[in-house]
């Protein structure tokens, strides 16, 4: 009997040992694994999936410190100023703006991860959207809209497709070109002809098209005038846009219902944030004037000289913020911080000159950014969606593309001229390049072409307001660093 | 309360009741020296009559005829003499070498610490720290060689960084794993220090090894008090413990006054206000204890507590109230052989916090500007507020921003064990460890830092997390054959883990009373500035364990053990360690007569440790919430719009422990009969698979190699090697008499070989590797720091460095002449490790008086200075802001404030930590057994060259959220931190029998 009990006391820490020997599997509650979601068969989920391969677009654009900065501040629209201790940031804003930038810049590989992340997503959906031909059109335009924005930044970059076992070595700058040029055209029988919203349909393909041709020139050397136009032309011809005649209408708050828009990120204050244009070009008292939900950082502004490039009757010249600044209850608002040496002294005043870039511009300095409508109690980031293609893009695309072609083709100045009579300017008879950039600057300005257009025109090397020349591999930026140290077959952009 | 009351008058009665039939008197001397020891307690055996020694070690007692007397003194054996018709009986009191040699806790049990052959620090009672003591660390603060506590800066509220032998980990938890009576893992929470017996760290790796893949940081083990056991009568112990403590501002930072700053060209609203001094106050703080213990001598002994306290912060709405009861109960049966234990204890806190900003702009708000402005409607509370960058009132927003902490904690222990031989214990152990609490914050309508924004921002979290272990042992000792003894411990053990909780983030109120406590009164509850999340994990972690110790005639010692663990966290294929230790030493003074020297015992040991993956999850490919989707696109049609998903992380299938091996060699002296005793340790340990949350970018990469589902640009991954090593040295001279004084003086002090950095390899993906990290987050911050991080880990060099350009002079337009601007030219400029720590106690006794002081400090690290990094330059904004003023200040200086070498200072410091005289009031009865009376201050004196807040190392960066960058990024003084303050306190001790 005894020593049955001290069996059946032996028995307890077998029974632990039992427990405890047992390799424990992890058990997950709050997390998805991500077979569950890539490898759903469900055609409700999928089609909101489908519809969240655009979701994940919002972040980047309208957003400080990635593509959006890279584009703005190395072109001649903008600049960050250095105010004292306040955006000194490393130093690199004056970099970016001297083009003087390194691999390691933050915003460079925030926006390679960002375009990269979404091709990342992209190609997850196509797995599952293979078999239905209209999805999978929209999602490879869509696809190769990313990487239209890739061969335009970083140049020479890997192609990634959903099959793709890649090891990831960069392809040549026409391999990437003709890699968009087939997916798009292999696309176009598939896709709606009819004006979607803020989805690709057959004239987003089209206006992809067309500004690639634009373009064909800096991406391979060899340019595609022709087709770049009869891509603009398709785009006319549907006639599922038009310009608005109000030119801001396009960047109202409720901007949804714009004719003109071909493709926009649907941003949405609730629903898709990252469009944070106030915090990032507003004066900290500025969030008195919009009651914004929080302090602006006084970042961007407006280079004078391009500033001063707008008639004093261009109705565009409302896309800056300039003078004297009020409270939302219209009264003054007084910067009791404002420098010593500042002309207008506390009355807050944004003046188009700026007295340095660095390191003490003066707080107030610099037109600001108000292309887009801040709305009243607006929270950092807007419901304003942000346009990818603009109708009006296209027209001076198609008359750019004519241009080249024969420098008096009468149609390009009549596109030229429908562009800018809506904005309340008289009718111009020729069009020679400087004009055509500088129009094409007014028209378009913050909206993250000015670089492109620059490089186009064969300006981009220039000087301008603290900026010196720079060499031709400027043109591209440098692939990151830290995608460079990840992917061993990657190779670096000339010159860096 | 009515047998208290019984209880004291019972006293008063007993005291007049004293049966002298005999006189009996004689002196008590100290055997060593033959001086005279005072305040020697004498008592007349099996009755409450007695007294004490006088200064000369001379007594006078009444007592019965044929009577025993006893003869007790702290730190001497306790003598028993009868009468035998005597009236003179002089004594000679031999210290207690016995207790010494105490019983030490290890890891499953206790060890006598002559058999020890690992590198293990016992602190008892006697030794702790003295003061407003909150929380159980704070005991051990500076008292053991290579332990290093810190809580920089004032705050009630903030715990404390505890790191043993230096930094050695930094993706995974660097703090110390705490054993509370066994409950592995447990909060430190659960205990008041009140009810703390002795604490113990296993400092090495030999003496960790038995927790396996959790004891790479080391281990603390806690063992409460309990009570009275052993004991063939009934008896019953009531021990009162009550303090007050007042607390005031030590140190802040100098800025310029009023009239300094306008003549400097700053803005003048016309007012003068000391900004500091309106956010503090001297703040009064209430502690109470009472304990019960007591046996009833046929095997049941228990022990209950309650304590409770109210600590208030210097800063204006800062503090906590808590309250800790514990009960512990023991019973024995079946002749002894069957053991029962429970111990439980419920806590409840109460916390007040403010936004430590408050501290930054209490120095440099403008000292002309009044609190209040009166222009304003008295509903936003009337505060001067002008709405310029960075720029808020320090009192508006120690009011008008709220935060309040709620947690119950519930420890429960139970054991049993079981004789099932005379040489062979069977250990049944289950514990739980239970934290729910609760998180509210409010940010008023008026605030203009955040709340006006959100017109009332109110947020409420809520968490409960439960650690279960259950624990089964076998202990089996035996004589193998003469002289040789044996004791083997096989060990099995499952833990589980599991930590749920939600939050709630609202805005937009139309009353500003409410808050959190009804978040229903809020309007907007989705979009910017709303949060709505819950959580649910769960882990577990199986393990096995073997330990043999081997005893040779007290004379040879080995011992040796290993565990194995598998955890649900570790990679699929990764999912068993193997944890093994062995040390060995010797006894010297056994073989050979060493003359004065009277234990020197020679050891040396190795063991392997590990670290768990900070998260359960982290191997996995996991996808967490994404983007909300709008299917149409407009946001005013609800019905269609959902929450995606996105990747958290790429998967690591590979993913698994850190791993430490260390090699100890360590010394333990005693001479003249151990008077003086001590130990030494050498260490030296090899860090390798380093947990790291490994930055990859989007695209093709060795974790993904397709590159077509990464949407994650992190994977956990087990990366590089660091080395460490160090030497530790303590003594203690146990009692020397100057005259009737008797002084014990103890030291400890470590030399660190701080933590080198071999490698940043990745093993199977060797393109990831990397010569250097830089900490974006050690940046000085904003305004126009942001980008220029001062920590670099560079491989070769030590963890930790600060790099940045020399400050060689100022020009002439008052602009830094620098080494360089260009970051890859700067250089290193300081490193927040310490070369070296020191603790030096000292104890006096004089009959009834005792006196201790406590010096504490630490040599060779540096800080960054961050309110001179930002204002101490007269330039623009210095108009806005208040200057910062200490004596390195310069006022030349007028350009951007920019980082350099200027900024970072040598903080090495010497602090009295905390002094206390106290007097035991000469009083016996039979209800009454001592009455003591004390008065202790805490940081009365640093003395530092730092011109910062506080010199304390900083092994962590407070501004930091993410735990890895904050753990390689010491030795940053923030804005943020609580200003440090001077304490005193008065307490009594009241003992009842």
């Not at chain 1, 026409?174 to 002809?193: C, G, K």
């Not at chain 2, 440790?609 to 609800?638: E, F, S, V, W």
Request: hydrophobic share 35%; charged share 20%.
């Amino acid at each position: 009997m005894k020593t049955l009990y001290k069996i059946f006391i032996l028995t307890i820490p077998l029974m632990i040992a039992a427990q405890a020997c047992q390799e424990p599997e992890p058990e997950v509650f709050s997390d998805l694994y991500n077979d569950r979601v890539i490898e759903t068969d469900d055609p409700t989920e999928l089609a909101i999936l489908a519809a969240g391969a655009y979701s994940n677009l919002a972040g980047t654009w309208g957003a400080h410190n990635s593509l959006w900065s890279m584009h703005e501040i190395s072109s001649d629209e903008m600049a960050i100023t250095q105010k004292g201790a306040d955006w000194e940031d490393g130093g690199q804003w004056i970099r970016m703006h001297r083009h003087e930038w390194t691999p390691t810049e933050e915003s460079i590989n925030n926006g390679w991860n960002y375009v990269l992340g979404n091709i990342a997503n992209v190609n997850n959906l196509l797995k599952s959207f293979g078999e239905n031909e209209i999805l999978n059109a929209e999602l490879s335009t869509l696809r190769a809209m990313m990487y239209y924005w890739l061969i335009d930044v970083y140049g020479s970059v890997p192609i990634i497709e959903e099959d793709d076992e890649t090891t990831g070595a960069n392809v040549s700058r026409q391999e990437v070109f003709n890699f968009i040029e087939s997916e798009v055209t292999a696309a176009l029988p598939f896709l709606r002809q009819e004006a979607t919203y803020a989805t690709i349909n057959y004239y987003v393909a089209q206006s992809l098209l067309a500004k690639l041709y634009l373009n064909a020139e800096v991406y391979t050397g060899t340019a595609r005038w022709e087709d770049a136009a009869a891509a603009a032309q398709e785009v006319i011809d549907g006639g599922a846009y038009s310009l608005e005649p109000d030119f801001f209408a396009n960047f109202v708050e409720q901007n949804q219902g714009s004719s003109e828009n071909i493709f926009v990120i649907n941003y949405d204050k609730d629903n898709a944030q990252g469009f944070n244009l106030p915090q990032m070009t507003l004066h900290y008292l500025s969030q008195e004037t919009y009651r914004l939900q929080e302090q602006p950082w006084n970042g961007y502004s407006s280079l004078e000289e391009f500033y001063n490039s707008f008639d004093e009757d261009d109705d565009r010249r409302g896309s800056f913020l300039v003078g004297p600044q009020f409270s939302a209850s219209g009264e003054r608002l007084l910067d009791i911080s404002a420098e010593a040496n500042d002309p207008d002294g506390p009355p807050l005043t944004f003046t188009p000159e700026i007295n340095m870039l660095a390191p003490n511009a003066l707080r107030q300095a610099g037109a600001r950014v108000g292309k887009w409508e801040f709305a009243l109690g607006s929270p950092s980031s807007l419901s304003n969606d942000y346009p990818l293609f603009r109708y009006s893009d296209i027209l001076l695309t198609r008359a750019e593309a004519l241009w080249r072609i024969n420098s008096g083709n009468s149609e390009a100045i009549d596109l030229v001229n429908m562009v800018r009579n809506r904005a309340g300017l008289d009718d111009v008879t020729s069009l020679n390049a400087d004009f055509l950039l500088a129009e094409r600057g007014r028209e378009m300005f913050a909206e993250g072409t000015r670089r492109q257009d620059l490089i186009r025109f064969g300006e981009f090397g220039g000087t301008w307001w603290e900026k010196p020349a720079s060499p031709e591999f400027r043109q591209l930026f440098p692939i990151p660093q830290a995608a460079l140290d990840a992917n061993t077959l990657l190779e670096q952009n000339q010159g860096y | 309360m009515k047998k208290f009351l019984l209880l004291i008058f019972a006293t008063l009665v007993s005291t007049g009741m004293l049966w002298a039939q005999q006189t009996v008197t004689g002196r008590v001397t100290d055997a060593s020296d033959d001086s005279g020891l005072p305040g020697v307690n004498i008592l007349e055996k099996g009755t409450t009559n007695g007294t004490v020694t006088d200064f000369d070690g001379n007594y006078t007692l009444s007592v019965s005829e044929g009577s025993t007397l006893v003869f007790s003194y702290v730190g001497y054996l306790t003598q028993e003499i009868p009468l035998g018709g005597r009236s003179t009986v002089d004594v000679q009191m031999a210290a207690d070498v016995t207790q010494l040699s105490e019983v030490v806790v290890v890891g499953y049990g206790t060890q006598d610490k002559k058999e020890i052959t690992s590198a293990v620090a016992s602190v008892g009672t006697e030794e702790f720290n003295n003061g407003n003591i909150t929380s159980p660390e704070q005991l051990l603060q500076g008292k053991v060689a290579g332990l290093s506590i810190n809580s920089p800066g004032g705050d009630p509220n903030s715990g404390s960084t505890i790191r043993l032998r230096g930094l050695s980990t930094f993706g995974a938890n660097a703090q110390p794993l705490i054993v509370i009576d066994g409950v592995i893992g447990a909060s430190l929470d659960n205990v008041d220090p009140n009810d703390i017996e002795t604490i113990d760290v296993l400092k090495d790796g030999s003496a960790a090894a038995i927790y396996g893949s959790r004891g790479s940081a080391g281990v603390i083990l806690v063992t409460t008090k309990s009570g009275a056991g052993g004991s063939s009568e009934p008896t019953t112990s009531v021990d009162f413990n009550a303090f007050t403590t007042v607390d005031m501002v030590a140190n802040t930072i100098p800025v310029l006054s009023a009239n300094e700053f306008v003549a400097q060209g700053g803005e003048n609203f016309g007012s003068n206000t000391d900004w500091v001094d309106e956010l503090t106050r001297d703040a009064v703080s209430y502690t109470a204890n009472l304990a019960i213990g007591g046996s009833n001598g046929i095997g049941t002994n228990y022990r209950a507590s309650v304590n409770y306290r109210n600590n208030e912060g210097v800063a204006v709405n800062t503090g906590f109230e808590r309250i800790n009861t514990r009960l512990q109960l023991n019973q024995a049966a079946l002749d002894n052989r069957l053991r029962l234990s429970v111990n439980f204890s419920f806590n409840e806190l109460e916390q007040d916090n403010i936004n430590n900003e408050a501290f930054r702009y209490a120095v440099i708000y403008n000292p002309t500007a009044p609190i209040y402005d009166d222009i304003e409607a008295p509903a936003d509370g009337g505060y001067f507020q002008r709405n310029l960058f960075d720029f808020y009132n320090p009192v508006a927003l120690a009011n008008q921003q709220d935060f309040h902490t709620e947690r119950r904690n519930e420890l429960l222990n139970g054991r049993i064990e079981y004789d099932i031989l005379d040489n062979l214990t069977l250990a049944v152990n289950y514990g739980r460890d239970m934290q729910r609490g609760w998180n509210g914050s409010y940010w008023s309508k008026f605030d203009l830092q955040f709340g006006a924004g959100g017109d009332g921002i109110a947020r409420r979290e809520d968490y409960d997390d439960l650690n279960q272990i259950l624990t089964g042992t076998l202990n089996f000792n035996t004589e193998l054959f003469d002289n040789l003894d044996m004791t083997i411990l096989l060990g099995a053990e499952t833990q589980k883990r599991e930590s749920e909780g939600f939050g709630v983030q609202v805005r937009q109120f139309l009353f500003d009373d409410v808050g959190w406590d009804n978040l229903g009164f809020s309007s907007i509850r989705q979009g910017v500035n709303t949060d709505v999340y819950s959580y649910h994990s769960e882990n577990v972690l199986n393990s096995a364990f073997v330990r043999a110790n081997f005893n040779y005639d007290n004379t040879f010692f080995l011992s040796a053990s290993v565990r194995g663990e598998s955890y649900s966290g570790f990679g699929e294929n990764e999912k068993t360690g193997y944890f093994p230790a062995v040390s060995a030493g010797v006894e010297l003074t056994n073989l050979a007569d060493l003359g004065v020297v009277s234990t020197l015992k020679v050891r040396a040991s190795y063991g392997v440790t590990g670290q768990l993956p900070p998260d359960p999850y982290l191997a996995l490919p996991l996808r967490g919430t994404g983007q909300r989707i709008d299917l149409d696109g407009d946001p005013l049609t609800t019905d269609d719009i959902y929450v995606g998903s996105q990747l958290n992380r790429n998967s690591n299938p590979t993913l698994k422990w850190e791993t430490k091996s260390e090699i100890d060699i360590g010394v333990d002296y005693g001479f003249l009969d151990d008077l003086i005793t001590g130990t030494i340790d050498f260490y030296r340990r090899d860090i390798t698979d380093l947990l790291f949350p490994l930055t990859v970018p989007q695209g093709p990469n060795p974790f993904d190699p397709g590159g077509a589902q990464s949407i994650a640009t992190t994977t956990w991954a087990n990366i590089g090697d660091l080395t460490a090593g160090g030497f530790e040295f303590s003594m203690s001279v146990n009692g020397v008499n100057l005259g009737p004084v008797s002084w014990t003086p103890t030291v400890n002090f470590t030399l660190y070989d701080k933590t080198t950095i071999e490698n940043f390899d990745v093993p199977g993906a060797p393109s990831l590797g990397f010569d250097e990290l830089r900490i974006v987050g050690s940046a000085p911050g904003s305004p126009g720091q942001n980008n220029n991080p001062i920590i670099r880990n560079v491989v070769g060099e030590t963890l930790g460095d600060m790099y940045g350009p020399v400050f060689q002079g100022i020009d002439e337009n008052g602009n830094y002449v620098l080494s360089s601007t260009d970051p890859n030219e700067w250089g290193i400029i300081g490193n927040g490790l310490p070369e070296g720590e020191f603790g030096f106690s000292n104890t006096f006794v004089w009959k009834n008086w005792d006196l201790n002081f406590f010096l504490r400090g630490a040599f060779g690290h540096d800080l960054y200075n961050s309110y001179r990094g930002f204002y101490e330059p007269r330039d623009a904004a210095s108009k806005t802001w208040n200057s910062v003023n200490t004596d390195k200040a310069d006022a030349r200086i007028t350009g951007t404030p920019t980082f350099s070498s200027l900024y970072v200072e040598d903080a090495t410091f010497v602090r009295l930590d905390n002094a206390q005289i106290g007097y035991i009031l000469p009083l016996t009865s039979n209800v009454l057994k001592s009455f003591r009376v004390y008065v202790a201050a805490q940081n009365l004196f640093t003395i530092t060259d730092y011109s910062g807040i506080d010199p304390e190392v900083r092994y962590r960066d407070s501004d930091n959220d993410d735990n890895t960058q904050a753990s390689l990024s010491p030795g940053l003084e923030r804005r943020g931190t609580y200003f440090t303050t001077r304490s005193f306190t008065f307490g009594v001790q009241i003992g009842l029998k």
